[in-house]
Nanobody, 125 residues
Framework: QVHLVESGGGSVQAGDSLRLSCAPSGRTGSRYAMGWFRQAPGKEREFVAATNWFGGTSKYSDFAKGRFTISRDNSKNTVYLQMNSLKPEDTAVYYC??????????????????WGQGTQVTVPS
């Protein structure tokens, strides 16, 4: 079992930036592809971005392209989501997820094996 811990959420003004981080608690020697998802109040969880273990291949949802960047530092066992030009519609709980297939770059939440508890991002209108 892998426990993922997200951090970096908060309340910011429209146009500001935030960087979310996600790391497993404890030690893990496994290689995981990673993804970010979000869920706004009253809406279903939706895909944001994903990257494989090597970090060389990434995938973004349409709303994330050009504003969000997923990256990872495997030496720190951490994946990041840099979010720029935030909008009120970006308000949601953001979750990171791990895929045991290190080559996976998936937008379907069912492809992920482990999930964090989420971190709240609020962009007031």
């Amino acid at each position: 079992q892998v426990h993922l811990v997200e951090s970096g959420g908060g309340s910011v003004q429209a146009g500001d930036s935030l960087r979310l981080s996600c790391a497993p608690s404890g030690r893990t020697g496994s290689r995981y592809a990673m993804g970010w998802f979000r869920q706004a109040p009253g809406k279903e969880r939706e895909f944001v971005a994903a990257t494989n273990w090597f970090g060389g291949t990434s995938k973004y949802s349409d709303f994330a392209k050009g504003r969000f960047t997923i990256s990872r530092d495997n030496s720190k066992n951490t994946v990041y989501l840099q979010m720029n030009s935030l909008k009120p519609e970006d308000t949601a709980v953001y979750y990171c997820a791990a895929d045991r297939n290190p080559l996976g770059v998936h937008s379907d939440s069912s492809d992920y094996d482990y999930w964090g508890q989420g971190t709240q991002v609020t962009v007031p209108s």
